[in-house]
């Protein structure tokens, strides 16, 4: 191969790299998925000082005010204003101090001219050292100029209405799909480690949220196999068997929670309703044990 | 109370300091002594008696302060609470090692283990700066005795056997609470006492105005130790700040944080000076600034944390040890500068190498002296960060807060050049065959590519491209035409810089975490991207004297159940503290962190906090692959070192140094002549809404009279402290003009009705629920009142209860003006 193709190939070769890399870089800088409306809120918040806390931005501190703050950021951003607009009413309302990254006026101007002025020093010293290149004079003025915009610009800039960036605010994962992975998650858990009546208990409850109370029976059954002296699991799964149209099968149920636990308000309620039309007379007596542990529970405290 | 141990202890500390002294004169004296020719290593009668005094007063200056050490040891394993620090630092449920590592949990005794760190380092110095000429190992060794005589002052001002025991009760629980906090003092310690060897070849070079033979080795090998060490000390500060304090994150641009990154980018950029292979450029000139800077900002670190000037979680409670150290900083400062100025400017006095090296150094020289200078600029920066808004609050009276976006914008140009040159490194080092740039180049342009493609963000694409590259570039190879396998400098530098692009792959990816916050009652679930976690269990139990609520959670992932989460909130009842216990369940593509933020077993439910971020792991997989760098690079190298010929050179004059004097007297001038903010009373902020008695309000109806707004909550206690007074002065200025009108923050309406009932309200209050009202009103916490005057304007705001004095002397006046 002679050298003048040789260095042709490597030339070629050079650019394709550059094409390639540049590629991934293009294809993310133009096809960037807009923020959800939590990461904007977290953005913004994160930007905060907790005025309650030593050290802490907004967005992670547990503080009382920071929690309103971060609800006024949420409301903000919601009315359609930017996230500067957000900023400077918090810096009206508590001082600058509020801001993590101080404005460009006052005492904090200090924080971005001494870095440039650092930054410049240095530039002018390095191009001085390496002597009269024009070249290196040159990109060293040309950094620094850019540096500048880069630190400065955004405090010079006018702040803009954040009208238009509302529009594309995509919602937060839907919550449907959260429930369902939810459910799926609980159901292998379950399996994994059958002996565990939580699991069964939050599966069945997140199989009745879901609208499948249907399938949440059997968890519930489980459930209360599992922890046979348990009124309020007992009551659960009759209650479900209720709701899917077996109170036959609920009424055994009940009774055997009574029969465990005499004054478990919301079983003497079921039961009560239940048996109202096969026998009004003990229905009646039950709902008044009903009324009577209720007031009993209500005089309490 | 003063026991005989507790003298013994005082009596060691001082005979410690005397023989610091003693050994800092006698190297001193070694040092001044006429010698023959420079370099010679037959010293003459005095030199020799100097040099064997000196070793040996160091020697018994150690063996006192080990002595010191080991006598506070047993105090403390036997918990003799007859010594006010012990009992000030250990309590009785304390297991052995948290009593043995309480020896560094308070200030004497931190500052005693920094004694012990440099004198280990004096001692090991001077077995190991053997390649100096005795003449200029004197003065080394002088130095280093000098400091131990400095610290050892500071020692005895702060001493463990003469503190007081103090009303801080035991000690913070955070220090008890996790294995890490028992180490990470002395690793770092150790790391800034290694730093004082280079700090004294940098006095000795300027002392001798040229690099003595044997300098460049023994100041790499020193700082490489340093670094290694520093590296692991501030990388577990960081993993001990994400894995314990339950915030999530692991670098917050804390002042005391910074104050220990500052020594280490010095350092960083010294390693870069020294190296066998980056001597190239300005290499002397930056070598002899650096090694001095390092150990200077080491103590400027020990000033910010221990003197109480700058607000910090991490720093020691405020103490009167701040003019001390500040003297000390001074002590150090000066006579170094003084040497630089006599020098007129490093590099017109000091060998800055000769000329032609400058410029032969071409493009590498260039590029390394341009990395010496991006490093020491993020150094000026953090440090401006650091220190200026203090100075600031002390010059001008306003707060700034300087946090994490500030540093983002100013750090992040920097950090990409550095990232760019780091890419390049392979083809800077001197003495080495360049790789092939096509494989390294085509693997950075892949990864590019991909990550930009499926990721969506550039600039993590172009990160993970020069991280990919630099990688592949330095991969250690045989080298095709010498047969040379590649030595410990190479793999070690390698290692280095393989860390530190991972790391930084690390950092930006780290920006793409998701955080979500919910109350969960059990049996619920939090989802966070495709990673939910569900709540299945809430309790509580004691565990040795504090109250431990614990959660289980079932993490999914995409519908998978891939484990159990078991975040712990921990409540020190005597400390009134209460500390998070995340829980951390990592994997090669993210983290899932999960933190109870707060929990109420008796209703089952409980605040959650889900937090998904993306490659932490890589960061501390980076952090260990630094600190193996730093290791293997600093194992001894086998034949003897080459040491650079001194020369002594007097170059053109140049300008810098005065140029660089007029810097702080621009900055000065800039700081004043920034225009004040006026501070013409604004309009008051909107307050309208439903009272407690459910009548609407509003603050602007009001306009005409004089407005007390109010800010209260019934379950705040102080604000039942100073209801009478608004009370009486609504009564008493009613006539005059003065309204009253509350906003009940973040409260419940009954226990506020009762509230307002007990206390005899005249006045009505605004419901604000979720505290949204107040935050307009700039309110930090309750109580707090503002005065707003008869044109509606907010004139005034009085945080904290208010007393009668505020009444009569702000109030009133208002009101009858």
């Known amino acids: 191969m002679s050298r003048r193709r040789r260095s042709w190939s490597v030339a070629v070769l050079a650019v394709v790299l550059v094409l390639v890399a540049a590629a991934g870089a293009v294809v993310a800088l133009t096809d960037r998925e807009p923020p959800t409306a939590t990461e904007r809120v977290r953005a913004v918040a994160s930007s905060l000082r907790c005025p309650s806390c030593l050290g802490e931005h907004v967005a992670d501190s547990t503080s009382p005010v920071a929690e309103s703050m971060r609800l006024v950021v949420a409301e903000q951003l919601d009315a359609g204003r930017s996230p500067d607009q957000v900023r400077a009413w918090f810096a009206d309302a508590y001082g600058d101090e509020v801001l993590l990254e101080p404005p460009r006026r006052g005492a904090a101007w200090a924080l971005w001219v001494v870095p440039l002025v650092v930054v410049g020093a240095a530039a002018v010293w390095f191009a001085r050292r390496r002597g009269r290149h024009t070249l290196g004079t040159t990109a060293a003025v040309v950094g620094v100029a850019m540096l500048g915009i880069w630190w400065l610009a955004p405090g010079l800039l006018p702040t803009s209405t954040g009208g238009a960036l509302t529009a594309a605010v995509p919602s937060d994962a839907g919550d449907g799909d959260r429930a369902g992975s939810a459910v799926s998650v609980l159901r292998d858990a379950a399996e994994e480690q059958p002996g565990r009546v939580e699991l069964r208990t939050a599966l069945a409850r997140q199989l009745e949220e879901a609208g499948r109370t249907d399938a949440a029976v059997p968890h519930w059954a489980t459930a209360v196999r599992l922890r046979p002296m348990d009124a309020d699991l007992r009551y659960r799964y009759a209650f479900a068997l209720a709701r899917t149209g077996e109170p036959d099968r609920a009424v055994p149920v009940l009774e055997q929670t009574l029969a465990i636990d005499a004054h478990h308000p919301p079983s003497l309620l079921l039961l009560g309703s239940s048996i109202e039309e096969s026998d009004p007379e003990r229905s009646a007596a039950l709902l008044e044990r009903y009324r009577a542990a209720r007031g009993g529970a209500e005089a309490e405290p | ?817």
């Open chain 2, 1 to 817: 109370m003063t026991t005989g141990p507790m003298v013994t202890g005082t009596v060691l500390l001082a005979v410690s300091l005397a023989a610091a002294v003693v050994a800092a004169a006698a190297w001193g004296a070694a040092a001044r002594s006429p010698a023959g020719p420079a370099g010679s290593r037959a010293p003459d009668r005095t030199a020799g008696r100097g040099a064997r005094l000196g070793p040996q007063s160091l020697v018994v200056s150690a063996v006192s302060i080990a002595g010191a050490v080991l006598l506070l040891e047993v105090a403390l394993l036997r918990r003799d609470v007859t010594w006010p620090y012990v009992e000030r630092v250990t309590d009785s449920g304390m297991s052995a090692y948290f009593r043995a590592t309480a020896m560094w949990s308070a200030l004497e005794g931190s500052l005693l283990l920094w004694l012990a760190a440099l004198v280990t380092v004096a001692v090991v110095a001077t077995a190991t700066t053997r390649r100096l000429a005795p003449q200029d190992r004197a003065v080394v060794m002088c130095v280093l005795a000098a400091l131990v005589a400095v610290f050892g002052v500071v020692s005895l001002v702060a001493s463990p056997f003469t503190a007081a025991g103090g009303s801080g009760g035991s000690p913070s629980p955070l220090l008890r609470d996790h294995v890490a906090m028992g180490v990470h003092p002395p690793l770092l310690y150790a790391g800034f006492a290694a730093l004082a060897v280079p700090y004294a070849l940098s006095v000795a070079a300027l002392v001798r105005r040229r690099l003595p033979p044997g300098w460049t080795a023994t100041t790499r090998v020193w700082n490489v130790v340093a670094w290694t060490l520093l590296t692991a000390g501030v990388g577990l500060g960081a993993w001990w700040s994400y894995a314990v304090l339950g915030w999530g994150g692991y670098w917050a641009w804390d002042p005391v944080e910074n104050a220990s990154l500052l020594p280490w980018l010095a350092s960083t950029a010294l390693l870069h000076a020294v190296g066998p292979r980056t001597r190239s450029g300005r290499w002397r000139t930056w070598a002899i600034l650096l090694a001095g800077l390092g150990f200077l900002l080491v103590v400027l670190a020990q000033l910010v944390t221990r003197s109480g000037l700058v607000e910090s979680v991490h720093a020691f409670t405020t103490s009167a040890l701040g003019p001390v150290l500040a003297t000390v900083l001074g002590g150090l400062v000066l006579p170094w500068v003084a040497l630089l100025v006599r020098s007129r400017s490093p590099a017109d006095a000091l060998p800055a190498g000769a000329v032609g090296s400058a410029r032969g150094g071409g493009v590498r020289g260039v590029a390394l002296d341009g990395q010496r200078t991006l490093l020491t600029v993020v150094l000026v920066v953090v440090a401006v960060g650091t220190l200026l808004p203090t100075a600031l609050l002390l010059l001008t009276g306003d707060r700034v807060s300087v946090g994490p976006p500030w540093y983002q914008r100013t750090l992040a140009p920097f950090a990409l050049l550095l990232l760019v040159l780091l890419a390049a490194a392979p083809w800077l080092a001197r003495n080495r065959q360049p790789p092939h740039p096509l494989v390294p180049g085509a693997v950075g342009a892949a990864t590019c590519c991909v990550v930009g493609i499926t990721v969506r963000d550039p600039v993590l694409a172009v990160v993970a491209g020069l991280a990919a590259f630099t990688v592949t570039a330095g991969v250690p190879v045989r080298s095709r035409r010498g047969g040379l396998s590649p030595d410990r400098h190479v793999i070690g530098s390698w290692l280095a810089h393989a860390g530190v692009a991972l790391g930084a792959v690390a950092v930006v990816a780290g920006s793409h975490g998701t955080v979500r916050e919910a109350v969960l009652p059990v049996g619920e679930t939090l989802a966070s991207g495709d990673t939910t976690v569900t709540l299945v269990r809430l309790d509580q139990h004691d565990d040795a004297g504090r109250q431990v609520a614990e959660a289980e959670l079932l993490v999914g992932q995409d519908g998978q159940h891939v484990g159990t989460a078991v975040p712990e909130l921990r409540w020190y009842p005597d400390d009134a503290a209460m500390l998070a216990g995340p829980d951390i369940r990592s994997s090669f593509v993210d983290d899932v962190y999960v933190t109870l933020l707060d929990a109420d077993p008796a209703s089952g439910s409980a605040n959650v906090r889900l937090a998904v971020t993306p490659l932490v792991g890589w960061l501390w997989a980076a952090v260990s692959l630094a600190v193996a760098g730093g290791l293997v690079a600093s194992a001894p190298r086998r034949g003897p070192a080459r040491t650079p010929a001194a020369r002594t050179h007097r170059g053109r004059s140049v300008h810098t140094t005065r140029a660089l004097a007029v810097l702080p007297a621009l900055v000065l001038g800039l700081v004043g002549c920034a225009a004040a903010e006026d501070d013409e009373p604004g309009l008051a902020p909107p307050l309208a809404g439903e009272g407690l008695d459910g009548q609407e309000y509003d603050v602007a109806e009001l306009r005409g009279s004089v407005v007390l707004v109010t800010a209260w909550a019934s379950w705040c206690a102080p604000c039942r402290d100073e209801m009478p007074v608004l009370v009486d002065a609504h009564e008493e200025l009613a006539d005059s003009g003065l309204e009253v009108l509350g906003i009940n923050v973040r409260d419940l309406r009954d226990p506020a009705r009762q509230f307002v009932s007990e206390q005899g309200l005249s006045f009505p209050s605004i419901v604000d629920q979720q505290g949204t009202k107040s935050v307009a009103w700039g309110l930090r916490g309750v109580p707090a009142t503002y005065l707003v005057d008869r044109e509606g304007r907010l004139v005034e705001q009085h945080p904290g209860p208010v007393t009668q004095e505020w009444i009569d002397t702000v109030v009133e006046p208002e009101v009858r003006r």
